[in-house]
């Protein structure tokens, strides 16, 4: 017998230590990285009305999964006596972004809009989500078989399968500026995170402490130490413009591979 229950919150949910890592999430981990490209190259062909779909589909579910999600952890932090959570459950993470996004991207009719929504998902947004269902942050605080550990795998493998989806399909066609285009929507979100992380010491988009990266964690220490944390907020923040990069990078080179073996098959179909 388990010692709670699906829908448990973290305070009600005794001797607990870490499921990461454990043998459900390293099963997870590896049917997570073989079956999404997998299926991706196996719906490659989906036309590109049918991606569309996808899309608006994706985005009302993901969005309502947030909604659900602030509501179940604010009625137990509030009912536990620990108050509205400002400094840890307000959606201005950076994968936070994927659920405007895709908003975004799925229901506005302002093209450059849509881009740049589509730029931040297929860049930044798919390898947050692939690090996300590796470093999954919420096994740190649930148990494998509950909401929390669910939501928290849920949101970011939709994260790295959608950013897939949509660039094996050709949806999206990344170009080198879309490095630049896929880090705007997080220059937006920064404004209010930086307000809110000053005021309240929280760490959203990990701009503050860089929480969970020892490098960056270790150098916000020593900048604050120097009261020179603003400097920190900025370095971190233009980190993910090569994050986003070294997608955009990926990306270029499959399409020059594929792009000559089209054209060794488009020859030899000529001498024959």
């Known amino acids: 017998m388990l010692g709670y229950k699906f829908f448990d919150y973290k305070y009600n949910i005794q001797n607990f230590s870490s499921d990461l890592f454990s043998v459900e999430h390293i099963i997870f981990i590896v049917l997570s990285f073989v079956l999404v490209p997998l299926i991706c190259i196996l719906l490659r062909k989906t036309n590109h009305?049918?991606?569309?779909?996808?899309?608006?589909?994706?985005?009302?579910?993901?969005?309502?999964?947030?909604?659900?999600?602030?509501?179940?952890?604010?009625?137990?932090?509030?009912?536990?006596?620990?108050?509205?959570?400002?400094?840890?459950i307000l959606p201005l993470y950076t994968c936070s972004l994927f659920i405007y996004c895709l908003l975004i991207a799925a229901w506005s009719k302002n093209q450059k809009a849509k881009n740049i929504s589509l730029a931040f998902i297929t860049t930044i947004s798919m390898l947050s989500g692939a690090i996300g269902v590796v470093q999954c942050n919420g096994l740190n605080w649930y148990p494998f078989w509950t909401f929390g550990a669910f939501y928290s795998m849920f949101f970011h493998l939709s994260m790295f399968a959608t950013g897939m989806f949509l660039l094996i399909t050709c949806y999206k066609k990344l170009e080198w500026k879309d490095a630049i285009l896929g880090w705007i929507p997080m220059a937006i979100l920064s404004v209010v995170a930086i307000a809110v992380n000053y005021e309240y010491g929280a760490d959203y988009m990990q701009i503050y402490e860089g929480s969970g990266i020892p490098l960056f964690s270790t150098?916000?220490?020593?900048?604050?130490?120097?009261?020179?944390?603003?400097?920190?907020?900025?370095?971190?923040?233009?980190?993910?413009?090569?994050?986003?990069?070294?997608?955009?990078?990926?990306?270029?080179?499959?399409?020059?591979?594929?792009?000559?073996?089209?054209?060794?098959?488009?020859?030899?179909?000529?001498?024959?």
């Open 49 to 88: 009305k049918k991606v569309e779909i996808f899309i608006k589909v994706m985005s009302i579910v993901v969005a309502t999964l947030e909604i659900v999600k602030i509501v179940w952890e604010s009625y137990y932090d509030i009912s536990t006596g620990h108050g509205f959570n400002v400094g840890g």
């Open 219 to 272: 150098l916000a220490q020593v900048l604050a130490a120097q009261h020179l944390r603003f400097v920190f907020t900025i370095i971190m923040l233009l980190t993910y413009i090569p994050f986003a990069g070294v997608v955009v990078c990926f990306a270029k080179l499959v399409y020059i591979v594929d792009g000559k073996i089209k054209a060794k098959k488009q020859n030899n179909k000529v001498e024959q």
